[in-house]
């Protein structure tokens, strides 16, 4: 989209890595994310709680799911501003099987395979008509939404059996809600997926360079259409994990979803022109607008202005280290 | 008619036309004139806003932050409007330019001095400008009541048999052709989507030319703010939400190429009035309003397969037309 290089030079971690470690993008979203829990439990007597905490996680865990997948989709150099479309048909279609008497296992496969169709459907128009993927999902946004609102109509289904609900309500742990639990599989799995396999490094170097990636061997369309199917399926599970905690269906469910699954993951620290980018920093930024979203609904602020600090947080934490630099050099 | 199919405006004309004809065959009463500049009217905040957003695309650039620019500049210019009613509209209007300039200007002077990506920056302003909507009305609304007659019945006033926010479309309209044609700023913000590197060899400044695009398009989504409002009497938090893809919606149908360098103000004239007469042909043949989105998803995709198509031989990009000359 443009070729403005971003001027977040990572220290080489062959120079000294102790000083490469402290100063990584990741230790900047760990000092944010710490900040941020200190002045929560200053600012509400009700934040350092089991409940309270449990609670929190069910803030981000849906939106950071899809993250995972839609950082390789951008370290990759695509996008995909369709996740929360799919995630309205995904459920609107369960909700339609439910009318049928459709059970969980059922249910639970509808909105998965949902989720990877829709993916494979953008990843085919991406790849194999190449596609611009920016315009692609904005068309296939306003499809799959439309589809369900086709559907669905003005109305809403209801009426899960309580063993899909626990999908988005239950805990598996005493205290600690099977959404988190998910999550952190999912991220661990995403952080092998990413940084310790040939697929990863594949990923990394379409996002570089895809022309020289495509003549090294690396078959990009066929990576590229991968990642679309991941973040389709990855919309398909928080589309599952959507529609049982709020144990119903509107064709308006998740809006804005896929702007804050992007913001997690530019805040994250990779890279919106592809190349560069980890998973850890993607878990961390979900953690810190989990934090903070949270942190704000205690102080009873409003959520429409909790999108102020989500958005300037965003544009600060990235302006920082730019600024920091430009001021270093003049010194 | 092949080499005519080449050009991207006629054959968008020729679907408006296919869409008109096919409307008109079942409901004779739509291809009315009357009716037609109706659509013409309700076209035409999009057909401003599209232009606005042709110039920051255009420079390889986006800006995701049009429609939260608008909802702002309008909330801003309804509630002084409640609390001053006696302030001239000319001068609220111009007030609305300066205001969406200013906060487009933000946007621009990040992309410019510190080089963060467009869509990041703009990612950010849309939540920040839709949350200032919220703390400035403390989430009340504007109503008509409260709003001078003069505000909302400027737009509305006919003048040479068409209301104002038609003139204003059409004006708006002729300044983006002038700006895009005939100044050296407009071959400056196509030489940048051509080419960025080469740019810089030629003495365009690349950042301060991304920095004017992005004033432009607040520039515009102010004056539309103040448009949208008078024209539907009520100023929200919720004014114009998610309405920012529908405006880049309008570009890529007109031929707008999201690679920058290349579109054209007829082009994106067309697509923004291409959506216009899907949207009000719907109800007219009896379609639930519930199909738009998915007819307007769909159309979406298939201008994006021509227009890849079109890109394929190398489209109009600036230089062809002096070539010819």
Known sequence: MTDTPLHRRLPNRLDNPLKSAVLSWESLLVLVAVAIFILNSFASPYFLNAWSLSDLTFNFTEKALIALAMALLIISGEIDLSVAAIIALASTLMGFALQFGADTPALVAIGIGTGIACGAFNGFLVTGLKLPS?????????????????????????????????????????????????FLVCALIYWILLHRTNFGRRVFAIGNNDVAAQFSGVRVDKIKFILFCLTGLMSGIAAVLLTARLGSTRPSIAEGFELEAITMVVLGGVSILGGAGSILGVVLAALIVGLVTFGLGLLNVPGIVMTIFTGSMLIVVIALPILFRMWRQRA | MNRLLKHREIFLALAILLVLVLVTVRFPRFAQPGNLLTIFNDTSILMMLALGQMAVILTRSIDLSMASNLALTGMIVAMVNAAFPWI????????????????????????????????????????????????????AWVNAAQMSPDFIGL??????????????????????????????????????????????????????????????????????????????????????????????????????????????????????????????????????????????????????VLNARGERRKGRIILKKAEAV
């Open chain 2, 88 to 139: 001239p509209i000319p001068l609220l209007m111009a007030g609305c330019v300066v205001v969406g300039g200013a906060l487009g200007a933000f946007n621009g002077i990040l992309v410019w001095k510190l080089n963060i990506p467009p869509i990041v920056v703009t990612l950010g302003t849309l939540t920040i400008f839709r949350g200032l909507v919220f703390v400035i009305s403390g989430g």
């Open chain 1, 134 to 182: 920016i315009v692609v999902t904005i068309g296939t946004m306003s499809l799959f939404r439309g589809i369900a609102f086709i559907i669905l109509g003005d109305q809403s289904f209801k009426g899960y059996p309580a063993s899909f609900s626990w999908f988005g309500q239950g805990y598996v742990f005493w205290v600690i809600s099977f959404e988190l639990v998910l």
């Open chain 2, 155 to 304: 737009q509305r006033t006919i003048f040479l048999g068409l209301p104002l926010l038609s003139w204003f479309a059409i004006v708006v309209a002729l300044l983006f052709f002038v700006l895009m044609t005939r100044t050296p700023l407009g071959r400056s913000l196509y030489a940048i989507g051509v080419n960025p590197t080469a740019s810089v060899y030629t003495g365009i400044n690349v950042g301060r030319t991304k920095f004017y695009a992005f004033v432009i398009a607040g520039a515009v989504a102010g004056l539309c703010g103040y448009l949208w409002i008078s024209r539907y009497v009520i100023a929200s938090v919720e004014v114009a939400g998610g309405y920012e893809l529908t405006i880049i919606a309008a570009c890529v149908i007109g031929g707008v190429s999201i690679a920058g360098g290349i579109g054209s103000v007829p082009g994106v004239l067309l697509g923004a009035i291409f959506l216009g007469v899907i949207n009000n042909a719907l109800p007219v043949i009896n379609i639930s309003p519930f199909w738009q989105m998915a007819i307007s998803g769909t159309a979406i995709l298939l201008a994006v």
